[in-house]
């Protein structure tokens, strides 16, 4: 099972509409043009997608977009009915890290390594050693949130590539499929999980 984020083409074009040469002040509002009718927006500006269901002991997945001037951020939520299903992935995630393809050289330091039982928050770093993602708890223990642009990642910058944006945050969501993989490998041999292992879940605006 993985998920797909949708529209990210329409999505960026959206977040390049904002005035960026211009010094705005948070909360200052700008109209932006769409095919029928005009939208107030505001710095920062946030959009957030729908929830996609997941199975047991998994609940849901979203996705949210953060933008203040010409810097962005993305997380995908994923949250759980059980937070004991984060319990001891450090070993899991690091060993399809390094066989994943998608993540070439990536490797994820745990927050705290001495830590037993709940390993599952921590940074990924690239061959330079730059931290380009990061894992972290929320909800009480019962979400997950990788990140780019926050907690402890390095800025993204709203360029005018708009390739470059749809393959910074489809390393995320390559990411996000690995942690998902791993949380989900000790229930492989249910029904409802096999039925979905091959499964393309896409999260929609």
Same mark, same amino acid.
């Given at each position: 099972?993985?998920?797909?984020?949708?529209?990210?083409?329409?999505?960026?074009?959206?977040?390049?509409?904002?005035?960026?040469?211009?010094?705005?002040?948070?909360?200052?509002?700008?109209?932006?043009?769409?095919? /029928?009718?005009? $939208?107030?927006?505001?710095?920062?500006?946030?959009?957030?997608?729908?929830?996609? !269901?997941?199975?047991?002991?998994?609940? /849901?997945?979203? $996705?949210?977009?953060?933008?203040? !001037?010409?810097?962005?951020?993305?997380?995908?939520?994923?949250?759980?009915?059980?937070?004991?299903?984060?319990?001891?992935?450090?070993?899991?995630?690091?060993?399809?890290?390094?066989?994943?393809?998608?993540?070439?050289?990536?490797?994820?330091?745990?927050?705290?390594?001495?830590?037993?039982?709940?390993?599952?928050?921590?940074?990924?770093?690239?061959?330079? !050693?730059?931290?380009?993602?990061?894992?972290?708890?929320?909800?009480?223990?019962?979400?997950?949130?990788?990140?780019?642009?926050?907690?402890?990642?390095?800025?993204?910058?709203?360029?005018?590539?708009?390739?470059?944006?749809?393959?910074? $945050?489809?390393?995320?969501?390559?990411?996000?499929?690995?942690?998902?993989?791993?949380?989900?490998?000790?229930?492989?041999?249910?029904? /409802? $999980?096999?039925?979905?292992?091959?499964?393309?879940?896409?999260?929609?605006?």
């Amino acid at each position: 099972m993985r998920i797909k984020i949708d529209t990210l083409e329409g999505l960026f074009q959206l977040m390049r509409r904002p005035p960026l040469d211009d010094v705005l002040s948070s909360g200052e509002e700008w109209k932006v043009k769409t095919e /029928d009718h005009e $939208v107030k927006r505001s710095l920062p500006f946030g959009f957030q997608y729908h929830t996609t !269901g997941l199975v047991y002991p998994l609940d /849901d997945v979203s $996705v949210v977009f953060k933008q203040f !001037g010409d810097n962005y951020s993305c997380a995908i939520l994923i949250d759980s009915l059980d937070k004991t299903v984060f319990n001891e992935t450090y070993h899991r995630l690091t060993d399809a890290i390094k066989k994943s393809e998608k993540c070439p050289g990536y490797r994820f330091v745990r927050k705290n390594p001495l830590r037993t039982g709940d390993d599952s928050t921590g940074h990924f770093f690239n061959l330079k !050693g730059d931290c380009v993602f990061s894992l972290f708890a929320a909800n009480k223990g019962f979400m997950r949130v990788l990140a780019m642009g926050v907690a402890g990642s390095y800025t993204r910058d709203v360029s005018d590539n708009v390739d470059k944006f749809i393959q910074e $945050v489809g390393t995320l969501e390559s990411l996000t499929n690995i942690f998902i993989d791993c949380l989900l490998r000790p229930y492989s041999n249910r029904e /409802d $999980v096999r039925y979905l292992q091959d499964k393309v879940l896409y999260v929609n605006p």
